[in-house]
């Protein structure tokens, strides 16, 4: 069964970095089938898909139009987890943030618990 | 991008009801179509996968159709357990999710 355990602050100053990461345990980050996605909800935006990663002989990124060139999403073999860094942050970046997990061809069958990340000085 | 839209934004119902929801998608998609049930506080179920794929241990009554643009979530019998939000979601190019429907009594 996988699970995913998301960790970070819940507050972020504007036009700091909001960090999360999140814990893989049932499954390995460099699975040749598992894509790691972030996806965040809020009111304004509804949920919306940010970026992903996944290993397949050698490891991939995407990010979403809308948040291109301030994120990265970065994997950690050593720790099994994977990691969001979102830059330049403003109010209109606080939302819940998800990881979960899925495939190319996939749905999201699994998710983590959710974190409310509020940007705000 | 491709963008999807979700039909009602709320649907009042009651149980025992028969009720569907719509997603259209912006292009194409073929079959690459999930639904998923949202309750307060919680993240997203998925329920439906591949347009019409029953997710391991989701109840019968939940069904799903269509290909293309056009696709539908049907609850054959509603239960007091399925009043929550539901979301479609395509991932034949990245992903995107519709903005949502809120099943109220």
């Known amino acids: 069964q996988v699970q995913l355990q998301q960790s970070g602050p819940g507050l972020v100053k504007p036009s700091q970095t909001l960090s999360l990461t999140c814990a893989i345990s049932g499954d390995s980050v460099s699975s040749n089938s598992a894509v790691w996605n972030w996806i965040r909800q809020s009111p304004s935006r509804g949920l919306e898909w940010l970026g992903r990663t996944y290993y397949r002989t050698r490891w991939y990124d995407d990010y979403a139009t809308s948040v291109k060139g301030r994120i990265s999403i970065n994997p950690d073999t050593a720790n099994n987890q994977f990691s969001l860094h979102l830059n330049s942050v403003t109010p209109e970046d606080t939302a819940v943030y998800y990881c979960?997990?899925?495939?190319?061809?996939?749905?999201?069958?699994?998710w983590g618990q959710g974190t409310l990340v509020t940007v705000s000085s | 991008d491709i963008q999807m839209t979700q039909s009602p934004s709320t649907l009042s119902a009651s149980v025992g009801d028969r009720v569907t929801i719509t997603c259209r998608a912006s292009?194409?998609?073929?079959?690459?179509l999930a639904w998923y049930q949202q309750k307060p506080g919680k993240a997203p179920k998925v329920l439906i996968y591949?347009?019409?794929g029953l997710e391991s241990g989701v109840p019968s009554r939940f069904s799903g159709s269509g290909s293309g643009t056009e696709f539908t979530l049907t609850i054959s019998s509603l239960q007091p357990d399925d009043f929550a939000t539901y979301y479609c979601q395509q991932y034949n190019s990245y992903s995107t999710f519709g903005q949502g429907t809120k099943l109220e009594i």
């Open positions: 591949k347009a019409s």
């Open positions: 979960t997990r899925g495939g190319i061809t996939s749905a999201y069958t699994e």
């Open positions: 292009q194409n998609i073929f079959t690459w």
